[in-house]
C-alpha cells in the first residue's frame, strides 16, 4: 500500500473514525484503525462490534492496499505533523509515515484480523434528510435507558410508516417522542430499535444537508452518504406498547413561558432532595406554585404566573425531568397537560413545528 | 438463764466483713493498690508468692502513716478519706468504707510498715485481727504491706480458692483495672521473682495501653470524647475492623474507679451497630463521670458495680459517643502495618505544689476532679489535630476533618470501575463506591422514615413480579413500609406483584431486580437483617445493599464527585452497613517505609 495525504484529511478522518474506537477492548484488533487505499482515495474504519464507521478522505493512491494500526497512537501523530503532505507506505505488517523530513514506523496488524463490516444491501436503501435525522434524534435520544435489565429501553424507536416517521425513546420514567411526516419514498414500515451511541455517530458525521441513504439487513442497521457510513446492530423488539400509555384524557392544562418555568425550576433543584429530585407543582387559578422541602436542607417557595384551566392540581415531579423535557422543547411556551397526581402529565410545544412533538412525564408520588 | 445475743467481738467482726471485702487474694490486691493510690503514690509495687496464697507485698511512695493512725488504720470503719454523709455522696477516692485494712488483717498475718515525710518509720504487725506488736523501724516515706499466710484462719475460705495460675491472672487484671485508671502512677508486678507487668508513669492512655498490651493492640485504637448532659465519656475503643480480631478487652471507669455494667458494654456494642459484623466484640477503655449525686458508688463492697441515676441517659450517651467516635477518619480501616497511637490531648496540668492528703495530686483523675471544672476527663480527652477548627475560624467539613484539601477535593480517581482513590495531607483513601453508597442510601432511608416516608417515581411501565409464597407474605406484611422507602407494590393475588412506583436512586437502577432480592433477602433471613433492631433498619439495610451502585459501574468525574460528597455528609462515612469499611487509609508514612525511604 502507498499513498499521499494531506495533514488536514489524515486528521479529518482519524478524528471522525476515531470516536467509534473502544478504549478498552478485550479483543485487541479493535484498538486499530482499518486503513484502506483503493482508487477512491483512502477509507478509514473503526468499530467495537456495535457500531462500526467508516469515511472515505481524498489522498493519491499509488499502490492500493490495507493494514490496520493503532488508532489513538496515529491520532496523536497526526496531530503533531508537520505542515507538509504525509506518505504512507506499508511493508507487511509494518505501516509507515514520512512527513517532510520525519519518519514513524508503527507496528499494525493485517486486515483479515479485523471484523467484516455487517452485510447491508445499499440496493433497497430509502433516503432520509440530515436535518431531519438529526433533529428527530436530538430531540429523543435524551430519554433513552441507561439501565441494562431491558435492553430494549436503552435502544431509541425508529418507526417508519407510510406517511410518517417516528423516534421514541424512554427510561420508563420519562418518555419522548416525535413524529414527522414523511413522504416515505421506498421506506419499508418497520419498528427499529437503535442504540443511541449508533445515532450519535449518525448526528456527528453526517451534514444536515445531506440526504442519507438507509439500508437494514436483519439484525443491522447501515447509513451512507458518499464515502461516509455508520452501521449498527439492532436492537431486538418488540418495543412496550408506549401508545397505550400516554394519556389523551388529560383535562388540565397549563400554558407556561418556558424560560421562566425553566429558571424557577433550576433554582428549586438547588434544594432539592439529592436523592429524589422532588419539586411540588401547585396549580391554583392562574399561578403555579413551585416549593421543595428537604429535611435537614430546608425548603423553598416561588410563584410564577401561567395560563392553567382546569381544577386546583397539586403534583410532584423529579425536576431533573422536566428540566431536561423543556431543554429539548422547540418553542417558547409549552403546553403542560394533567389529569391526576399519580397520572402521567405531558408537555408539548405550543406551535407545532414540522412534527409532533410530546414528552411524558410520570409524576413522583406525593406524601400525604 | 443464759444470755442468748450477745454483741459480737470486733475481731469477729471483721473476719465476717472480710468475707465481703477479701474474698481472695486479687481483693487483697485491689484494697492494698487503692489505699497505696489514695495515698498519693507515684509508684506502686506488687510482688506475690504462690499467687498471693503464700504472700502478697505492696510497697508504695505514698504519704505514709505516723503511729497512731498506722493502729488506728487496722481499726474498723477507720477511713482519713471521708468525714460526713456529705462526703459519702460526693466520694472521690477508691477508698472510704475503712473496712478493707482490718478486714484483711483478721485473715491473714499482716505487717504494716509505714513512714511519713521526715517521720520516723512504724512497724505494726497482726495476725487473725490480733494487733501482735507495734515498733518503730527504719524505712522510706510510703507504705509496705505485706500479706502472709491468707485465710489461715478461714479454711473453708481458703479451700475455695483457685490454682495460683488463676489467683495470679486474677491479680494481674485487677492491676491492668488499677493501671488504666491511674497513668501517673508506675506500676509493676512480680510473681515468684518473674516480672509481669513493668509500667511506667506516663500522661497519656495510648502509652498506658501500649505498655500494657503492644503497639499493635494500641495502634488499633480510636479515640471517644464526648460529653452530653453533665455526663462526659472519654477513653479509647477498638477500631471496627480491629475488632474482629485478637482478645477483647474491656475497662470502664467512673471517677477513675474501675467498675463493671453490662448494659453499658451493651450500649456501646449498640454505638458500634452497622460498624462491626454481627457479633464482633470490640475493646472498650471507657472512662465516664457524672455529676456528683446522680450515681451511687456504694452499691457493692468491692465497688464493682455502681448504680446511676439515670441509667438509661447513662447509656444513650455511651452510644452516642461510640457513634461520634466511629464518625471519625481515625475510625476508618487501614493499610499501614503500624498504624501511629491515636492523637490524645493532654491539657497544661497544675503543678504539684498543693498536693496534700484529701486532695491527690496532680495527674490522679480522681483526684483531679475536684480541683478543675472540665472534670477528670480532661486529662484522657482525645482530640486528633484534624478536628479542631481551623486558624481561620472555621469548621471543616467531615472530608476536610478526614485530610482531604480543598484542591485535591475533585481530582477522585476511580480504578477497575469500582474504587474511588482520593488523596489527603498524610496519604490516600481508597473507597470503595459500592459500600460507600449502601452507607448514602442507608442514612438517606432512614431520614426519610423518620419524615414519614419517600416520594416514589410512578412507572410508566408497571412491572410485575411472580414471588415463592415467603417472599409473597413479606411483600404482603411489609407493604406499608415498602410504599414509605418508595417501593409502590401491590399484592395482586397468586403471589404476583405489581410495582406501580420505585425509588430512582441512580441512573443504572433496576427497581424490578432490586425489590426481588430486597424480599428474597428479607424473606430468607440474613446476617444484616438479623443485625437490625427495627423493622425499618432491616428495610433500609436491605434496600441499601441491593440498590446501592455495583462494583464494576463507571463513575464520570460528577459522579465520583457527587459520590464522595454525599458520603462525607453522612454520619458514618467510614463504614458501610455489613460491618465492612467503605474506606481504606494508606498513609505516606507507610508508603515511604514500604518504598524503604525510612523507617
Known amino acids: 500500500m502507498r499513498f ?153 424507536l425508529w418507526q417508519l410508516g407510510d406517511r410518517e416517521m417516528r423516534m421514541v425513546a424512554t427510561n420508563g420514567h ?46 443491522h442497521l447501515g447509513f451512507r452518504k458518499d464515502g461516509t457510513r455508520v452501521y449498527t446492530r439492532l436492537i431486538e423488539g418488540p418495543y412496550p406498547n408506549y401508545e397505550q400509555v400516554i394519556p389523551k384524557d388529560n383535562d388540565r392544562i397549563a400554558i407556561a413561558d418556558k424560560e421562566t418555568l425553566t429558571r424557577s425550576l433550576r433554582r428549586m433543584a438547588v434544594v432539592a432532595s439529592d436523592q429524589t429530585h422532588r419539586v411540588r407543582l401547585a396549580f391554583v387559578g392562574t399561578a403555579l406554585r413551585l416549593s421543595v422541602e428537604t429535611p435537614d436542607l430546608g425548603d423553598a417557595h416561588e410563584e410564577i404566573e401561567v395560563d392553567y384551566q382546569g381544577d386546583a392540581l397539586d403534583i410532584g415531579f423529579n425536576a431533573n425531568y422536566l428540566l431536561e423535557v423543556l431543554r429539548y422543547m422547540p418553542s417558547d411556551e409549552v403546553k403542560l397537560s394533567f389529569k391526576a397526581p399519580e397520572r402521567a402529565a405531558t408537555v408539548e410545544p405550543t406551535e407545532a413545528s414540522e412534527g409532533a412533538y410530546l414528552c411524558l412525564i410520570m409524576p413522583l408520588r406525593l406524601l400525604e | 438463764m443464759p444470755r442468748r445475743i450477745q454483741v459480737l467481738p470486733d475481731t469477729l467482726a471483721n473476719q465476717i466483713a472480710a468475707g465481703e471485702v477479701v474474698e481472695r487474694p486479687a481483693s487483697v490486691v485491689k484494697e492494698l493498690v487503692e489505699n497505696a493510690l489514695d495515698a498519693a503514690a507515684t509508684r506502686v509495687e506488687v510482688v506475690i508468692r504462690n499467687g498471693g496464697k503464700t504472700e502478697i507485698r505492696v510497697s508504695d511512695d505514698g504519704y505514709g502513716m505516723g503511729r497512731e493512725d498506722a493502729l488506728l488504720a487496722l481499726d474498723r470503719h477507720a477511713t482519713s478519706k471521708i468525714s460526713s454523709e456529705d462526703d459519702l455522696r460526693a466520694v472521690r477516692t477508691f477508698g472510704f468504707r475503712g473496712e478493707a485494712l482490718p478486714s484483711i488483717g483478721s485473715v491473714s498475718r499482716l505487717t504494716l510498715e509505714t513512714a511519713e515525710s521526715g517521720g520516723v518509720g512504724n512497724r ?37 480458692l483457685k490454682s495460683a495460675a488463676v489467683e495470679t491472672r486474677a491479680i494481674a487484671d485487677v492491676m491492668t483495672s488499677l493501671a488504666l485508671a491511674n497513668l501517673s502512677a508506675a506500676f509493676r508486678l512480680e510473681s515468684n521473682g518473674r516480672t509481669l507487668m513493668e509500667l511506667p508513669a506516663t500522661r497519656d492512655l495510648p502509652s498506658r495501653a501500649a505498655d500494657l498490651w503492644g503497639d499493635e493492640f494500641a495502634g488499633a485504637l480510636i479515640p471517644v470524647d464526648h460529653r452530653v448532659d453533665g455526663i462526659e465519656i472519654a477513653g479509647l475503643v477498638d477500631r471496627p475492623d ?131 471544672p472540665e472534670g477528670q476527663l480532661a486529662f484522657f480527652v482525645a482530640a486528633a489535630p484534624d478536628r479542631e477548627p481551623a486558624e481561620d475560624g472555621t469548621v471543616p467539613d467531615a472530608a476536610e476533618q478526614a485530610g482531604i484539601e480543598a484542591d485535591n477535593r475533585y481530582s477522585l480517581w476511580q480504578v477497575h470501575d469500582s474504587y474511588i482513590i482520593a ?58 413500609l415498602l410504599a414509605m422507602a418508595g417501593f409502590e407494590a401491590e399484592p395482586f393475588g397468586g403471589r404476583t406483584v405489581i410495582i406501580h412506583a420505585a425509588p430512582n436512586p441512580h441512573p443504572w437502577f433496576d427497581a424490578e431486580r432490586c425489590l426481588r432480592e ?82
Not at chain 1, 462500526?52 to 496523536?76: D, H, N, S, W, Y
Not at chain 1, 448526528?203 to 439500508?215: G, H, T, Y
Not at chain 2, 485481727?129 to 505485706?146: K, N, S, W
Open chain 2, 423 to 480: 488523596e489527603t495531607r498524610s496519604g490516600m483513601l481508597i473507597i470503595d463506591q459500592h459500600s460507600a453508597h449502601e452507607r448514602i442510601l442507608f442514612e438517606a432511608l432512614m431520614r426519610d422514615f423518620d419524615a414519614g416516608g419517600r416520594p416514589s417515581q410512578r412507572l410508566l411501565f408497571p412491572v410485575t413480579l411472580r414471588l415463592s409464597p415467603g417472599e409473597y407474605a413479606v411483600v404482603e406484611q411489609t407493604q406499608s
Open chain 2, 242 to 372: 480491629a475488632a474482629v480480631s485478637g482478645p477483647r478487652r474491656v475497662h470502664l471507669f467512673i471517677a477513675g474507679r474501675p467498675f463493671r455494667d453490662r448494659s453499658l458494654v451493651a450500649a456501646a456494642e449498640r454505638g458500634y451497630r452497622t460498624t462491626v459484623p454481627r457479633g464482633a466484640k470490640p475493646s472498650l477503655l471507657l472512662y465516664l463521670d457524672v455529676p456528683d449525686g446522680r450515681v451511687d458508688v456504694n452499691v457493692h463492697p468491692a465497688k464493682a458495680e455502681v448504680r446511676f441515676g439515670d441509667p438509661a441517659g447513662v447509656e444513650a450517651a455511651i452510644e452516642a459517643a461510640i457513634h461520634s467516635a466511629l464518625s471519625g477518619v481515625d475510625s476508618a480501616a487501614t493499610l499501614d502495618r503500624r498504624p501511629p497511637p491515636p492523637q490524645i490531648r493532654t491539657p497544661a496540668r497544675e503543678s504539684g505544689s498543693d498536693r496534700g492528703p484529701g486532695t491527690g495530686r496532680p495527674g490522679r483523675p480522681a483526684a483531679e476532679a475536684r480541683r478543675t
Open chain 1, 4 to 156: 499521499t495525504i494531506t495533514r488536514e484529511n489524515l486528521q479529518q478522518g482519524l478524528a471522525a473514525v476515531g470516536a467509534s474506537i473502544p478504549t478498552r477492548t478485550t479483543l485487541p484488533v479493535l484498538s486499530n484503525i482499518l486503513i484502506e487505499a483503493g482508487e477512491d482515495g483512502v477509507q478509514m474504519s473503526g468499530t467495537d462490534l456495535d457500531i462500526a464507521v467508516t469515511l472515505r478522505v481524498p489522498a493519491e493512491v499509488e499502490e492500493p492496499g490495507a493494514i490496520t494500526v493503532p488508532a489513538k497512537k496515529l491520532q496523536e501523530l497526526a496531530r503533531e505533523l508537520p505542515e507538509a503532505p504525509a506518505r504512507v507506505t506499508t511493508t507487511g505488517e509494518r505501516f509507515e509515515l514520512t512527513c517532510g523530513k520525519a519518519t514513524f514506523r508503527l507496528n499494525g496488524m493485517p486486515r483479515d484480523e479485523f471484523p467484516t463490516f455487517p452485510e447491508v444491501d445499499f440496493a433497497s436503501s430509502w433516503r432520509v434528510s440530515g436535518e431531519l435525522m438529526g433533529r428527530m434524534i436530538e430531540r429523543t435520544s435524551f430519554a433513552v435507558s441507561t439501565e441494562e435489565s431491558r435492553p430494549i429501553l436503552n435502544g431509541v
Open chain 1, 174 to 219: 420519562r418518555l419522548a417522542k416525535l413524529t414527522i411526516p414523511s413522504d416515505g419514498a421506498n421506506a419499508p414500515n418497520a419498528d427499529l430499535i437503535v442504540p443511541p451511541k449508533a445515532l450519535a455517530q449518525v448526528q456527528r458525521l453526517f451534514d444536515p444537508e445531506d440526504e442519507i441513504e438507509v439500508a437494514r439487513s436483519e439484525n
Open chain 2, 124 to 160: 505494726v504487725r497482726v495476725s487473725g485481727g490480733r494487733i501482735m506488736g507495734a515498733e518503730d523501724c527504719a524505712r522510706q516515706p510510703g507504705t509496705t504491706v505485706l500479706v502472709r499466710s491468707l485465710f489461715f484462719n478461714v479454711p473453708a475460705r481458703a479451700k475455695f
Open chain 2, 518 to 599: 430486597m424480599v428474597a433477602e428479607l424473606a430468607e433471613g440474613s446476617e444484616l437483617t438479623r443485625a437490625a433492631r427495627t423493622q425499618y433498619e432491616r428495610l433500609a439495610m436491605t434496600f441499601a445493599c441491593k440498590a446501592a451502585i455495583k462494583a464494576g459501574q463507571r463513575l464520570s468525574v460528577e459522579e465520583r464527585q457527587r459520590l464522595f460528597d454525599e458520603l462525607f455528609a453522612t454520619e458514618l462515612p467510614y463504614h458501610d452497613v455489613h460491618g465492612r469499611p467503605t474506606i481504606v487509609r494508606l498513609s505516606l508514612d507507610e508508603l515511604e517505609r514500604r518504598f524503604g525511604r525510612h523507617g
